[in-house]
T-cell receptor, first 117, second 112 residues
Framework: NAGVTQTPKFQVLKTGQSMTLQCAQD?????MYWYRQDPGMGLRLIYY???????DKGEVPNGYNVSRLNKREFSLRLESAAPSQTSVYFC????????????????FGPGTRLTVL | QKEVEQDPGPLSVPEGAIVSLNCTYS??????FMWYRQYSRKGPELLMY????GNKEDGRFTAQVDKSSKYISLFIRDSQPSDSATYLC????????????FGTGTQLKVEL
């Protein structure tokens, strides 16, 4: 049981380049989330997917797009990277059908460290 | 003003000390309260969970919620160097896979 996996672990981009961050979970969770974490700002929600086939904006969606490819996978795309998008990106998942799911516990991946020059 | 406020620290304590970490919030609809622990260069992991007001104890950790004051606390007894991490409070108005609102996190260092 791998839990939540993210690729890549590290990435350096130049301003204007595009890239996709990948996330997969093997816990059969319905809901998946993308956060960014910056010093002094905590975890801020970028986009989330309450269930397969649906996506919604979070607190800081500008400059990002997402795709819920299937129940397991949720990707985050930066179409034209900017230095302000330098951050650590975390994917998380949660689901019903268990005590953890009923209380809304989210399980996090190890993160992707992105630097935009 | 943020919905959830948390002192970022850093907080440095000697081994064996009692640590108190706190968050205040403004949204009276919050009912589910969690504390996540995040080690350096890792993802957050759930440490404690409390529903509504009251106390919950798990080993050296105690979580308290005072909804009347909109204030939650995490106490760590007999702190250990392995407790050195960033502690984030999180809360939601409904359970079951819904959005969490996080505090900014408090960085704790327990020194030998």
């Amino acid at each position: 049981n791998a839990g939540v996996t993210q690729t890549p672990k590290f990435q350096v981009l130049k301003t204007g380049q595009s890239m996709t961050l990948q996330c997969a979970q093997d816990m059969n969770h319905n809901s998946m989330y993308w956060y960014r974490q910056d010093p002094g700002m905590g975890l801020r929600l970028i986009y989330y997917s309450a269930s397969e086939g649906t996506t919604d904006k979070g607190e800081v969606p500008n400059g990002y797009n997402v795709s819920r490819l299937n129940k397991r996978e949720f990707s985050l795309r930066l179409e034209s990277a900017a230095p302000s998008q330098t951050s650590v990106y975390f994917c998380a998942s949660s689901g019903m059908g268990s005590l953890a799911g009923a209380r809304g516990e989210q399980f996090f991946g190890p993160g992707t460290r992105l630097t935009v020059l | 003003q943020k919905e959830v406020e948390q002192d970022p620290g850093p907080l440095s304590v000697p081994e064996g000390a009692i640590v108190s970490l706190n968050c205040t919030y403004s949204n009276s609809a919050f009912q589910y309260f969690m504390w996540y622990r995040q080690y350096s260069r890792k993802g957050p992991e759930l440490l404690m969970y409390t529903y509504s007001s009251g106390n919950k104890e798990d080993g050296r950790f105690t979580a308290q919620v005072d909804k009347s004051s909109k204030y939650i606390s995490l106490f760590i007894r007999d702190s250990q160097p392995s407790d050195s991490a960033t502690y984030l409070c999180a809360m939601s108005s409904t359970g079951g896979g819904n959005k969490l609102t996080f505090g900014t996190g408090t960085q704790l260092k327990v020194e030998l």
